[in-house]
T-cell receptor, first 115, second 115 residues
Framework: EAGVTQFPSHSVIEKGQTVTLRCDPI?????LYWYRRVMGKEIKFLLH????????ESGMPNNRFLAERTGGTYSTLKVQPAELEDSGVYFC?????????????FGQGTRLTVV | AQSVTQLGSHVSVSEGALVLLRCNYS??????LFWYVQYPNQGLQLLLK??????LVKGINGFEAEFKKSETSFHLTKPSAHMSDAAEYFC?????????????FGSGTRLSIRP
């Protein structure tokens, strides 16, 4: 069974450009999460989808970030326009169930560099 | 608010030596605790988790962790380090204010193994 897949693995863009990250969760997993790790700091929660609905987007840094999950399958995270401080590793995770003890399965991340 | 503190951003041990990675948490409710590992060029992988029951939790690859409520700790250990253990390790708790698997991570500890 395929795990969580993220595209691209690396992206280098100039300040002011737009970048779209994609996450394909494990098939059948209704819950999808985005996290981000800024250089040297902790991994922080961005948002949570249940199927196509945003359940919690309290971690989204500002309105330059837009996440979608059309049809409740894959998700995209768009950054427009990108700023230098957006550089970091963006992780996607999915889980079949909700709840504090539920294991979330992570992708390998997309490393975004804004220059 | 929940938080996780990992002591030491970088730990280096000799092959065959004891591995000890420290983690302390703060939580207003009984915590659900996790250790994740990220090997080079891979995603985050669950090592082990504590939810309820036995306080000594065994995980994959010979790792284990002990939940000590009195010390608010969940340190990760392995009796004998192997070269393949070189990776970054993250201690985490799930947010009790969230009904989902919203994870709060520590800042990570990079483990190096000396031949």
């Amino acid at each position: 069974e395929a795990g969580v897949t993220q595209f691209p693995s690396h992206s280098v863009i100039e300040k002011g450009q737009t970048v779209t990250l994609r996450c394909d969760p494990i098939s059948g997993h209704d819950n999808l999460y985005w996290y981000r790790r800024v250089m040297g700091k902790e991994i922080k929660f961005l948002l949570h989808f249940v199927k196509e609905s945003k359940q919690d987007e309290s971690g989204m840094p500002n309105n330059r970030f837009l996440a979608e999950r059309t049809g409740g399958t894959y998700s995209t995270l768009k950054v427009q326009p990108a700023e230098l401080e957006d550089s970091g590793v963006y992780f996607c995770a999915s889980s079949q169930f909700r709840g504090r003890s539920t294991e979330a399965f992570f992708g390998q991340g997309t490393r975004l560099t804004v220059v | 608010a929940q938080s996780v503190t990992q002591l030491g951003s970088h730990v280096s041990v000799s092959e065959g030596a004891l591995v000890l990675l420290r983690c302390n948490y703060s939580s207003s409710v009984p915590p659900y605790l996790f250790w994740y590992v990220q090997y080079p060029n891979q995603g985050l992988q669950l090592l082990l988790k504590y939810t309820t029951g036995a306080t000594l939790v065994k995980g994959i690859n010979g790792f284990e962790a002990e939940f000590k409520k009195s010390e608010t700790s969940f340190h990760l250990t392995k009796p004998s380090a192997h070269m393949s253990d070189a990776a970054e390790y993250f201690c985490a708790v799930t947010d009790p204010d969230s009904s989902a698997s919203k994870i709060i991570f520590g800042s990570g500890t990079r483990l190096s193994i000396r031949p």
